[in-house]
């Protein structure tokens, strides 16, 4: 396959996760909050995560929001790649997801589907859209104790 077709291959994917998203809506229960917005693009998600049992997998993630193609995207590619996970492994995807957009990493086979958001890491105004959605989750997993409804995470520096 070459580099225009893999491109076309990979805006297909990222307009079919953007017109029919599989993660929309709210969890319920909600164990964790955690709004976010991308300032450089006007991107708003509020992300939320229903723990299982143990409170360290992931159980379900659904987001709300608007935004651009590539930032709701990527939010609903996280989500179906993440559910299921415990909180250290998608801490670590976060990551890999990170290192992928500065053109260190790529996904492993197992989640390779994700690899479809690289072809963004070529517009570097859209990383931040791309990101706002990992940066977000991260944040949501880091929190510890109540969901606030109030807290708000700014990728603006990140
Ligand atoms: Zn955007």
Not at 69 to 97: P, R
Not at 123 to 152: S, Y
Request: aromatic share 6%; net charge neutral; with cysteine.
């Amino acid at each position: 396959m070459n580099t225009t077709n893999l491109r076309d291959l990979y805006q297909q994917v990222i307009l079919e996760h953007y017109k029919k998203p599989k993660h929309r809506g709210q969890t319920n229960p909600i164990d964790r909050y955690q709004k976010g917005h991308n300032p450089s693009c006007g991107d708003t998600i509020e992300l939320t995560l229903q723990l299982d049992a143990s409170g360290e997998r992931v159980a379900d993630i659904k987001f709300e929001g608007e935004g651009c193609a590539i930032a709701m995207a990527s939010v609903d590619l996280m989500a179906g790649a993440l559910v299921g996970k415990t909180i250290d492994e998608a801490l670590g995807l976060v990551t890999v997801f990170q290192g992928m957009m500065k053109g260190e990493t790529e996904f492993p086979t197992e989640h390779r589907k994700l690899n479809v958001m690289k072809g963004v890491a070529q517009f570097p105004v859209r990383i931040k859209c791309a990101n706002l959605g990992w940066h977000t989750l991260k944040a949501a997993l880091q929190m510890t104790g109540e969901a606030k409804l109030a807290d708000f995470v700014s990728n603006e520096n990140g």
